[in-house]
Nanobody, 117 residues
Framework: QVQLVESGGGSVQSGGSLRLSCAAS????????MGWFRQAPGKEREGVAT???????TYADSVKGRFTISRDNTKNTLYLQMSNLKPEDTAMYYC???????????WGQGTQVTVSS
């Protein structure tokens, strides 16, 4: 059974930092394309960052230079280091897994990030 469990969310002030983690189980983590997505209230879900099985990364323009996605295949864990957080980063953050370049097929339950000004 595939499971993706996010953690590390919370409430921070503008300019603060958080590191999200996503613990994966039930599949061969190292072979999957992984990503972080977010959804704010009243808005559509958007892609934040992705990382291929061999470590190639992409970022949304809104987070470039502030967020870093990484993976530890020995721990089956995906990370998102978020720095210089802004109120507009407030959202539920989800990790997801799939086969590049196809759609994500597995999703976690999400972790809430709230940034106050």
């Amino acid at each position: 059974q595939v499971q993706l469990v996010e953690s590390g969310g919370g409430s921070v002030q503008s300019g603060g930092s958080l590191r999200l983690s996503c613990a994966a189980s039930g599949y061969t983590f190292s072979t999957y394309y992984m990503g972080w997505f977010r959804q704010a209230p009243g808005k559509e879900r958007e892609g934040v960052a992705t990382i291929t099985s061999d470590g190639r990364t992409t970022y949304a323009d809104s987070v470039k230079g502030r967020f870093t996605i990484s993976r530890d295949n020995t721990k089956n864990t995906l990370y998102l280091q978020m720095s210089n957080l802004k109120p507009e980063d407030t959202a539920m953050y989800y990790c997801a897994a799939g086969f590049w370049p196809g759609p994500m097929i597995y999703w976690g339950q999400g972790t809430q990030v709230t940034v106050s000004s």
